[in-house]
């Protein structure tokens, strides 16, 4: 089955600054890599996905950039505030199962 | 976008006992699936809900603990039964449509004493 690998668990930067998670992947049919944030005590949140045949999508301070050849995507977040602040989870899911595979997080911290 | 609603939002429960939590989305969706999250940790796949058919379940999870149904495409529930405090964590149902994103519910708090 798949395997997702996250990194780094925690990550602490300056408001302002820009954050990077990083993913890997092992499962080649994967072929869709959404993002969710996940604020303590709530459910998670879809902040963008990107499928296979495109390499980089952005949406104002987020972007996500997508190697299926080294099989691994990364989120970057610019300007950060800190409101960005929570655990964030990159997943992969394959057309076979259709089920999400997730890595095992990332708590990002902004200080003001 | 779907709105999925789950309850209870928490419980506390006597080990041995079994509670059912139930989901139900506002739309149309194809594949409907139940994560376990223990705290502080990730997400992880205890089944598939299949409509109208046995769930399909991940490596170390059975059904005789974690009975699942799905009688509609809209609604399933997941039984954690027999309960021990090893269960004690957040269940978080999932639905998804063809080529769209999966949302959550809310997630279950489960305690069990």
């Known amino acids: 089955g798949e395997n997702v690998e996250q990194h780094p668990s925690t990550l602490s930067v300056q408001e302002g600054d820009s954050a990077v998670i990083k993913c890997t992947y092992s499962?080649?049919?994967?072929?869709?890599f959404p993002w969710y944030k996940q604020e303590l005590g709530k459910r998670p949140q879809l902040i963008i996905d990107?499928?296979?045949?495109?390499g980089e999508k952005k949406d104002q301070r987020i972007a996500v950039t997508l190697n299926k050849t080294a099989k691994h995507f990364s989120l970057h977040i610019t300007e950060t505030q800190p409101e960005d602040s929570a655990v964030y989870f990159c997943?992969?899911?394959?057309?076979?199962?259709?089920?999400?595979?997730f890595g095992g997080g990332t708590r990002l911290m902004v200080k003001p | 976008s779907a709105v999925i609603s789950q309850k209870p939002s928490r419980d506390i429960c006597q080990r041995g006992t079994s509670l059912t939590i139930q989901c139900q989305v506002d739309?149309?969706?194809?594949?409907m699936f139940w994560y376990r999250q223990q705290p502080g940790q990730s997400l992880t796949l205890i089944a598939t809900?299949?409509?109208?058919?046995?769930?399909?379940?991940e490596s170390g999870f059975v059904i005789d603990k974690f009975p699942i149904s799905r009688p509609n495409l809209t609604f399933s529930t997941l039984t954690v039964s027999n309960m021990s405090p090893e269960d004690s964590s957040i269940y978080l149902c999932?639905?998804?449509?063809?080529?769209?994103?999966?949302?959550f519910g809310q997630g279950t708090r489960l305690t069990v004493v």
């Open positions: 990107i499928r296979s045949n495109v």
């Open positions: 499962d080649s049919a994967s072929n869709y």
């Open positions: 809900a299949n409509q109208g058919s046995e769930a399909t379940y």
């Open positions: 997943a992969a899911r394959s057309n076979a199962g259709n089920m999400l595979t």
């Open positions: 999932s639905a998804t449509g063809p080529n769209t994103e999966a949302f």
């Open positions: 739309s149309q969706v194809t594949m």
